[in-house]
């Protein structure tokens, strides 16, 4: 790598890191990582929805499929839209309010972007 295409510390944003066998290091923080490791994580931190698309806070998703919900006399049908999703970390990463049902967590493999 030349020094211009250096990545800055992940951890303290320090621009002098340099590499080490495969490994970045930083001398401010001594801090050491991968940068394939790095990207590969921060791919897998993009929430995506059925179709693939990336998903942001205050998007609109529209539900895909019949989701039963514990304690509702009924489903969530299909087609249903839900508006203004905030993302989450976690198996069901959206957290909404869907009218009806109050405040639900969704996985985002069951919607898709309106």
């Given at each position: 790598m030349s020094e211009a295409a250096l990545?800055?510390?992940?951890?303290?944003n320090s621009e002098y890191t340099y590499p080490m066998d495969a490994l970045m290091v930083c001398p401010e923080c001594n801090h050491?990582?991968?940068?394939e490791e790095l990207?590969?994580?921060?791919a897998a931190s993009v929430i995506?929805?059925?179709?693939?698309?990336?998903?942001?806070?205050?998007d609109t998703v529209i539900v895909l499929k019949n989701l039963p919900v514990k304690g509702a006399p009924g489903p969530i049908?299909?087609?249903?839209?839900?508006?203004?999703?905030?993302?989450?970390d976690g198996d069901h990463?959206?957290?909404c309010r869907i009218d009806g049902f109050g405040s639900m967590a969704l996985k985002s493999e069951f919607v898709k972007k309106a």
């Open positions: 990545p800055p510390c992940p951890k303290c050491e990582w991968s940068p990207a590969k994580e921060e995506k929805d059925a179709n693939g698309n990336p998903l942001a806070d205050g049908k299909a087609g249903t839209k839900v508006k203004n999703i905030r993302l989450t990463n959206i957290d």
